[in-house]
């Protein structure tokens, strides 16, 4: 080791560390027997260090100095992360959890049953207003995933997150029947989510599936049944390839899904290296806003002016307030360097690296990623120490938006998509569970014996 980090050079010797950091707590929880895969212990390295290492593909332009700066502040970014994550982690618990949530009964049931019922009937509204906005369900499909889809959220009154929320209904469904043992559920849950994934994508929109998805996967492995963790490591490599390959077909998917994924499969053939993770733009726009400010220079120090957005994102309505006195660097980055874009309405995201640097600079790196992993090695933590229904609620909802989301925008539109989206289901159930009627509390009467 000492031999081969003598012959690199300062590059190749940040990239080694970065990928060596972000990849060993995957490679040991793959071949450790009884390990959980699924921890976010193991992901967020992971794919952070996709998302870290993406942009290196296409940098030829930025200087030696400019790269090597960036691989440093996002080696310190990894780093406080994982530290984040073992300081929230750090105390011990039992190896699993579905035990303790092994089967619905009582009032649980019944909360499930609302809870569900709740989602679905707020998807169903939200969906009204989303068909309206694209004139019915064809409109919406011929619309798709780029520019044109945010214009016209931009310039109409939507309520909600339209069909996420249905698939995250779906998978409620689904989970509520597996629990009960109830083949009317399960076949119920598995129609509602397949249909409506087939009408995702075709509108080409990878993350609407992908969430809710990792949020159904979530569940079981919590509230269920583990999945082995070399399971876990061939789907999650497979899943990456996956949603390359459907992100290059979707040029063709006004012809229909189909057709659109057999007319790429001939280019895949001739060259795997097309669904590779370093060959994803998913991996290089957004951490290449980073690169792009140590190269061309940022808009100053904002001194936390981006968060502000972040406060009000959670409340309806009241986040307009917010955005109004914040400063949005996704339109900063896209006027300063993709005009173009900018007026077709499209958008590249945002790294959270960025983010923190343009705001506090290198102590701002460090605190930004560090909070970013204690809060979901908390949630965590609280899951495995003190199993509840609403704490696996609350860690499955925030797994797939810490995994990817906070990893690829800024931090306004990441607060946004995970409280309002998909800690819903979680929101409704504690919201049902503080209303049910409760046990009248017993009185007690100290006896003299008992007082003295």
């Avoid at 750090?90 to 089967?103: E, F, I, M, N, T």
């Avoid at 629990?179 to 009408?199: C, D, E, H, P, T």
């Avoid at 998909?422 to 007082?451: C, D, H």
Wanted: glycine residues 10%; contains cysteine.
């Amino acid at each position: 080791m000492l031999y081969l980090l003598s012959v690199l050079d300062t590059r190749t010797l940040l990239i080694f560390l970065i990928a060596l950091t972000g990849v060993l707590p995957l490679v040991r929880t793959t071949i450790t027997r009884g390990s959980d895969a699924l921890s976010p212990m193991v992901l967020l390295p992971f794919t952070y260090t996709l998302y870290a290492l993406g942009p290196l593909q296409a940098a030829a332009q930025y200087s030696e100095c400019t790269i090597i700066y960036y691989l440093l502040l996002q080696f310190l970014g990894l780093l406080a992360m994982r530290l984040g994550l073992h300081v929230a982690t750090k105390r011990r618990h039992g190896p699993g959890v579905h035990h303790a949530l092994d089967s619905l009964t009582g009032g649980s049931k019944t909360l499930w049953a609302l809870t569900f019922l709740s989602v679905m009937l707020l998807s169903a509204v939200s969906l009204v207003t989303y068909l309206a906005a694209f004139g019915g369900l064809t409109g919406y499909i011929e619309v798709g995933y780029g520019g044109r889809f945010y214009l016209v959220l931009r310039e109409a009154e939507v309520i909600g997150a339209g069909l996420e929320w249905w698939l995250l209904g779906a998978v409620l469904v689904l989970f509520y029947g597996i629990k009960r043992q109830s083949k009317l559920f399960l076949l119920g849950g598995i129609a509602l989510f397949a249909f409506v994934a087939g009408i995702v994508l075709l509108t080409g929109r990878r993350s609407q599936f992908l969430y809710p998805l990792l949020f159904g996967l979530a569940l079981f492995h919590y509230g269920h049944r583990r999945f082995p963790s070399p399971a876990v490591t061939a789907a999650l490599l497979l899943g990456i390839s996956a949603a390359q390959y459907y992100a290059l077909a979707r040029a063709f998917l006004p012809e229909g899904l189909t057709y659109a994924l057999s007319q790429v499969w001939s280019s895949v053939a001739r060259n795997p290296y097309l669904v590779a993770p370093w060959a994803a733009n998913e991996f290089r726009m957004p951490a290449a806003s980073l690169l792009e400010v140590l190269h061309y220079g940022g808009p100053g120090l904002l001194l936390g002016r981006s968060y502000i957005a972040s406060l009000g994102a959670p409340i309806p309505f009241v986040a307009r307030l917010f955005s109004q006195v914040s400063f949005d660097l996704n339109e900063w980055r896209l006027s300063t360097f993709y005009p173009d874009i900018l007026a077709a309405g499209g958008g590249l995201a945002f790294s959270p690296v960025t983010e923190a640097y343009v705001n506090f600079g290198v102590i701002g790196v460090f605190l930004h990623l560090f909070l970013y992993g204690y809060i979901i090695g908390k949630i965590y933590n609280r899951l495995l120490t003190k199993p509840t229904w609403p704490a696996l609620l609350l860690f499955a909802g925030s797994l797939p938006v810490f995994m990817l989301d906070g990893m690829r925008v800024s931090s306004a539109s990441f607060v946004w998509r995970w409280v309002r989206v998909y800690l819903m289901p979680w929101i409704i159930f504690i919201v049902l569970k503080a209303l049910a009627p409760g046990q009248p509390r017993r009185s007690r009467t100290l006896s003299r014996n008992e007082s003295t």
